[in-house]
């Protein structure tokens, strides 16, 4: 089985920090591309952030400059550092990751359970 983990969010005042984690543990061959989404209240999922397993990122233009997405291919960890949040940025922020399971040739998206970020005076 695979699990991927967000951890990281909370309540934060517009203007300030966090940086969330996403954790991929279990029977892993090999991770491809992870991903940030996040989901408002009455919204679409949308994407925020990608990494490829070689390290190319690509962002949402709303996030672009302000938030920073990276990795660590030993860990399979991913992260994202969000600064100069908004009020705007407040959702459920999910992880995704593109992998194969060990004795499988089949490559597979897994989700995380969410972590809320909420951005508020």
């Known amino acids: 089985q695979v699990q991927l983990v967000e951890s990281g969010g909370g309540l934060v005042q517009p203007g300030g920090s966090l940086m969330l984690s996403c954790a991929a543990s279990?029977?892993?061959?090999?991770?491809?591309?992870m991903g940030w989404y996040r989901q408002a209240p009455g919204k679409q999922r949308e994407l925020v952030a990608t990494?490829?397993?070689?390290?190319?990122?690509d962002s949402a233009d709303s996030v672009k400059g302000r938030y920073t997405i990276s990795r660590d291919n030993a860990l399979n960890t991913m992260y994202m550092q969000m600064n100069s949040l908004k009020p705007e940025d407040t959702a459920v922020y999910y992880c995704?990751?593109?992998?194969?399971?060990?004795?499988?040739?089949?490559?597979?998206?897994?989700w995380g359970q969410g972590t809320q970020v909420t951005v508020s005076s």
């Open positions: 990494i490829t397993n070689g390290g190319v990122t």
């Open positions: 279990g029977s892993i061959f090999r991770i491809y591309t």
């Open positions: 995704n990751a593109d992998l194969i399971v060990l004795d499988s040739n089949i490559r597979q998206t897994y």
